[in-house]
C-alpha cells in the first residue's frame, strides 16, 4: 500500500514539474523559448504593398545583421495589414494576443498606423511606427513612438519650398480625402504658406479625389482654370503618379510638389516621364550618409539587394536597431520598462540620422528634399529647423 502511495505522489510531482515548464515566459516571446519576438505590420497586399515592401527590406537586413540581443535570437513576426485600417487592427491584435510579441515595428500608412494604436496601447506592447507621420499616431499614446518626422513639420518644409524656391504665390492643393496622411499634410502646408505669403487666399483651389480613383480629369480641369503657381498633391504613390500624368496631358505646366509616399519604384513607373522634375520631402538621401551607420547600411543594403535603398527603407532598419538598443539597455523584454527605456533614449546613430524623441515620442530630425531627375530619385537639399 505504501509503495502505491509513493508511487502516486511521485507522479503528481512528475505532472506538475511538466506542467509547470508549459506557463508564459516572463521574458516574453515563446512560452518557455530563449527567443526574443518581434512583431512587424506592414501593408505587404493592396494600395500601399510597395511602401510596406521597401520598409520590410530595411527590418529584415537590420535583423540580419543584428539577430541577437540579451543572449537571445531575435526573431521577427510578420503579419500583413493589407494596406486597411480593418485589416491593420486585426494585425495588430495577433501580435499581440497570439504571437505573444516583446514590441512591434511598423506601419507603412498612419491610417494603419493609428488603427494600431488602441490595441497596443491597452496591452502596454511599445511599438515604433517606421513613416506614419500624422501627429494623431502617436498623440496620448504612450506606447507609439515613432522614427520619422510628423506632418505639421513635413508641410511647413514643403510650404516654404514653394514659397522661397519656386516664388509661388498661388498655390492648389490635390488631395486624397480617404488617407489621414494627404489630409493632414495637405492642412499643415495650407496654414504654413498662408502664413508665408501673408494672404488668406492664397491656397486658390481644393480637388478631392479617392483612394483607388483612376481619372482625375474634372478636377485637373478645374485646377487648370485657376492657373496656379504650384501644385501641392500629398497622396499615395499610384494615385499621385497618375495625378501628375494626367496633369502634363492637360497641358498643366506648373510644378507639381509632394511628399514622402513618393519615394517609391512605382511612382516613376506609373508616372514615366511625365514625373520628372516632381518635388518632394523625405527621410533619407543615400548621397549624404550621416553617421557610420548610415554608410554600413548602405554597404549592407547594396550587398543584400543590389540597388539604391529607399529612405523608408532606412527608417525601418532604424526602428529594429532602436529597439534592440533599448533592450540592450533595458537588460529585459519587460515591456513597460522598455517603454521608459525607449522615451529616455538619446542621440542614437541610425541609418537615417540620429534621432531623439520628444515628449510626443517623435523624433527630431532633419527634411530631405528630392526631385525625379532622369527617371530616379535624386538628392536636392537638406532641410534643418524649419519653423
Known sequence: MKKKIALLLSSLILMTSVFA???KSSEGGKPGS???RIGVFEPLTGANAGGGALELEGIKLANKLYPEVLGKKVELVVVDN???KVEAANAAAKLVEKEKVTAIVGSWGSSLSMA???IVKKAKIPTIGTSCTNPLVTQGNEYYFRVCFIDPYQGTVMANYAYNKLKAKKVAIVQEVGSDYSIGLAKFFTDSFKKLTGDDKAIIEVANYNTGDQDFTAQLTNVKSKNPDAIFAPGNFTESALVIKQARQLGITCPIIGGDTWETPQFIEIGSKAVEGAVFSTFFATEK???KESEKFLTEYKKEYNKEPAAVTALGYDAYLILIKALEQNGSTDSVKLRDTLANLKDFQGAA???NFDENRNAIKNAVIKHVKDGKFTFLDV?????
Open 82 to 84: 493589407k494596406s486597411d
Open 289 to 291: 550618409p550621416i553617421t
Open 353 to 355: 540620422g540620429v534621432v
Open 383 to 387: 532641410v534643418d529647423g524649419v519653423k
Open 116 to 118: 494600431a494604436g488602441d
Open 34 to 36: 530563449d527567443v526574443i
Open 21 to 23: 515548464g508549459c506557463g
